[in-house]
């Protein structure tokens, strides 16, 4: 009995501990749990894609800039559904975002991979929180990186999560 019950303490004491940097190949960042921000954007391809940046923040506001190609060109801020900083950064979270490189580009041939397609936007997050911010910048003409996966599947998610369709997207 005794030694269930030690082992029930270390359990729920361990439960409770947190991390507040996580050490990723590009170094200390912070973790999902002490975020105070997130911020994505995509940058410009051979055509039309939006060109924007969009933060967020815990208490699920956001600032957008978008820059061109964009539902409404220039900065605006509003709040998002309650929960959407939270499910963003689950989703992060899941895809162990923190231990992503940094530069997942045709500049780093580590982490892009033999194949690569031009013209296309990149993609990139910064994670910021009270030991510092952590960059990401993916370049998805890197086709056979190791990270593609991951990172399709993040971009997805959380655009679906901070509204993309109906914030950055043209109309249609």
Avoid at 66 to 78: I, K, Q
Avoid at 115 to 144: E, H, K, N
Wanted: proline content about 7%; hydrophobic content about 35%; overall charge negative.
């Amino acid at each position: 009995m005794r030694a269930l019950l030690l082992a029930l303490t270390a359990l729920a004491l361990s439960a409770c501990a947190t991390t507040q940097t996580g050490t990723g190949p590009s170094g200390p960042g912070p973790t999902a749990a002490a975020w105070t921000e997130i911020e994505i954007a995509e940058g410009a391809c051979y055509g039309f894609c939006p060109i924007y940046t969009i933060t967020l923040t815990p208490d699920d506001r956001y600032a957008l800039n978008g820059e061109r190609f964009t539902r409404h060109d220039g900065e605006t801020s509003g709040r998002l559904a309650a929960g959407s900083f939270q499910r963003i950064a689950a989703i992060l979270q899941r895809h162990d975002a923190v231990s992503l490189p940094a530069d997942i580009t045709m500049n780093n041939p580590a982490t892009c991979g033999r194949t690569m397609m031009s013209d296309l936007p990149d993609f990139r997050l910064g994670l910021t929180g009270p030991d510092g911010r952590q960059d990401i910048v993916w370049y998805p003409g890197c086709a056979d990186s190791p990270y593609r996966d991951a990172l399709s599947q993040i971009r997805e998610q959380v655009r679906e999560a901070y509204q993309y369709e109906s914030l950055i997207a043209p109309k249609r």
